[in-house]
């Protein structure tokens, strides 16, 4: 089973690299893992709306060129989901093979990307860090994956 994150911008700090090896070592135990990190497109300071929109369809497009097997685009107008409902849709999807989540950058991902993906989903209608966001949906593949097991992780 592959899982892969495909997303725009670097972990920077220690902690939150420290966290993302946590969990992908968790999740060795169900499945291979790849974190692929692609660069934030260059914007001016004041950008126009036409010079946001080109960097928005950039990191995209560089999102799409890494993306294999099921389509998952995480955006905060997606449909959220319980983790439960989470834990089936990523069984069901890995079981066909392998799933690819898209986070976009801070600019968020353009609506063309998101009507080619397969899903659309949210983890809340709040704005996050997209540094912290990344290591929610590590936590919550890794819940996923417990909850599958049947495994006490999940409460």
Not at 87 to 100: E, F, H, I, K, Y
Not at 122 to 150: C, D, K, N
Request: aromatic content about 8%; some cysteine.
């Amino acid at each position: 089973m592959n899982v892969n994150i495909v997303c725009i911008g670097k972990l920077k700090e220690k902690y939150w690299q420290d966290a993302q090896r946590e969990y992908t070592k968790r999740l060795r135990a169900f499945c291979r893992v790849e974190i692929i990190e692609k660069k934030e497109a260059p914007l001016p300071k004041n950008a126009s709306a036409a010079q946001v929109q080109k960097a928005i369809a950039h990191e995209c497009d560089s999102l799409q060129k890494s993306s294999s097997g099921c389509l998952i685009a995480l955006s905060p107008d997606g449909k959220q989901m319980s983790s439960e409902a989470f834990a089936n849709l990523l069984v069901q999807q890995t079981q066909t093979g392998s799933v690819t989540f898209a986070i976009g950058g801070s600019l968020g991902l353009s609506p063309s990307f998101k009507s080619q993906a397969d899903k659309v989903i949210s983890f809340s209608s709040m704005t996050m860090p997209h540094q912290l966001f990344r290591i929610v949906l590590l936590e919550q593949i890794y819940r996923a994956f417990m909850i599958s097991a049947g495994r006490t992780y999940h409460k």
